[in-house]
């Protein structure tokens, strides 16, 4: 298994576009985690869905934040519109055990 | 709430030095505690978990319930060592808790 999969690796975007963060998790893991990761706040939990169905989207922003598991093995993290404050590296992760993907570095100017 | 402090940013030591990176959880039931190691630019990887009493790269962390902690030790660093570290917690399900982190920098 390749681990967990994320696309892309790096995002330079300008401000007020669409982003859409991409996400693999790895084959038979039945949770999966989407995570911000800033040098002020650490990392912060922003959604977690179990079995494709999103449990707990207490962690999100904001409304311009939005986050789809369609299937098991697929999910997107999506800001609309963008803004320099979201600048940040995105993790995605998928359990049991909390396997990380690489990451995507998203910067908005 | 539940909550995991980790109060240094930033420790530094020289290699062969003693490594204590400080973890403090709030709960009141019984959490399942994490380490988590970050090297420069790569992805989040599980260093060691409570539960499983091991020792990982010369690392080992001690729940101590009395006093509500869960600290990372290694009593020689290496250069190898130096990354962000982070605590983290899980009460009832895979959802973790992760403390602000700490960057370990090992000087030769």
């Known amino acids: 298994d390749a681990g967990v999969i994320q696309s892309p690796r790096h995002e330079v975007t300008e401000m007020g576009q669409e982003v859409t963060l991409r996400c693999k998790p790895i084959?038979?893991?039945?949770?999966l985690f989407w995570y911000r990761q800033t040098m002020m706040r650490g990392l912060e939990l922003l959604i977690y869905f179990n079995n494709n169905v999103p449990i707990d989207d207490s962690g999100m922003p904001e409304d311009r934040f939005s986050a789809k598991m369609p299937n098991a093995s697929f999910s997107t993290l999506k800001i609309q519109p963008s803004e320099p404050r979201d600048s940040a590296v995105y993790f995605c992760?998928?359990?049991?055990?909390?396997?990380f993907g690489p990451g995507t570095r998203l910067t908005v100017t | 709430a539940q909550r995991v402090t980790q109060p240094e940013k930033l420790l530094s030591v020289f290699k062969g030095a003693p490594v204590e990176l400080k973890c403090n959880y709030s709960y009141s039931g019984s959490p399942e505690l994490f380490w988590y190691v970050q090297y420069s630019r790569q992805r989040l990887q599980l260093l060691l978990r409570?539960?499983s009493r091991e020792s990982i790269k010369g690392f080992t962390a001690d729940l101590n319930k009395g006093e509500t902690s869960f600290h990372l030790k290694k009593p020689f660093a290496q250069e190898e060592d130096s990354a962000m570290y982070y605590c983290?917690?899980?009460?009832?399900?895979?959802?973790?808790?992760f403390g602000t982190g700490t960057r370990l920098q090992v000087f030769p």
């Open positions: 084959s038979g893991h039945d949770y």
């Open positions: 992760a998928s359990s049991p055990q909390q396997y």
């Open positions: 983290a917690l899980t009460y009832n399900t895979d959802k973790l808790i």
């Open positions: 409570h539960i």
